[in-house]
């Protein structure tokens, strides 16, 4: 009889912590950049920043708690499996600013044309040759 409390007390727990799995990490919504704290910059500063200072641009730029709204002029219009990705000039032939767009923005990004300027609102992921940012729209 011990047995059979002690395995049903495991098997509770196991379910309880896959259920809090769930919730917490599968089903919770993806924060919306819009509605963070914001900071704004150009994209040729935000480049800078992360290409001389890359260590305190991390800390300063690629945190979850606020949104980075950038502007600029784009360089380069991409569509794979129906999200767009958008590339910023950085005034450096060497990287830009890639901003993964969400796919409700699709409409509004497929108006947009080369050299258009705009300002978007995302989330800074780091840097790897380009800074990468990610859950990005458009600033209205």
Same mark, same amino acid.
């Given at each position: 009889?011990?047995?059979? @409390?002690?395995?049903?007390?495991?098997?509770?727990?196991?379910?309880?912590?896959?259920?809090?799995?769930?919730?917490?990490?599968?089903?919770?919504?993806?924060?919306?950049?819009?509605?963070?704290?914001?900071?704004?910059?150009?994209?040729?500063?935000?480049?800078?920043?992360?290409?001389?200072?890359?260590?305190?641009?991390?800390?300063?730029?690629?945190?979850?708690?606020?949104?980075?709204?950038?502007?600029?002029?784009?360089?380069?219009?991409?569509?794979?499996?129906?999200?767009?990705?958008?590339?910023?000039?950085?005034?450096?032939?060497?990287?830009? @600013?890639?901003?993964?767009?969400?796919?409700?923005? &699709?409409?509004?990004?497929?108006?947009?044309?080369?050299?258009?300027?705009?300002?978007?609102?995302?989330?800074? &992921?780091?840097?790897?040759?380009?800074?990468?940012?990610?859950?990005?729209?458009?600033?209205?």
């Amino acid at each position: 009889m011990k047995k059979i @409390i002690i395995w049903l007390f495991v098997i509770g727990l196991v379910s309880a912590i896959a259920v809090f799995a769930y919730i917490k990490f599968f089903s919770a919504k993806h924060a919306d950049p819009t509605k963070k704290e914001q900071i704004h910059i150009t994209a040729q500063e935000l480049y800078r920043m992360f290409s001389n200072y890359e260590d305190s641009a991390t800390k300063l730029y690629a945190v979850r708690d606020k949104a980075i709204n950038v502007s600029g002029r784009i360089s380069n219009k991409e569509i794979l499996n129906n999200r767009y990705t958008l590339s910023l000039h950085t005034g450096d032939d060497m990287g830009a @600013i890639i901003c993964e767009m969400d796919s409700v923005e &699709n409409n509004q990004i497929e108006k947009l044309n080369m050299e258009d300027s705009v300002n978007i609102i995302g989330f800074c &992921n780091g840097y790897l040759m380009d800074v990468q940012m990610f859950r990005c729209k458009l600033a209205k």
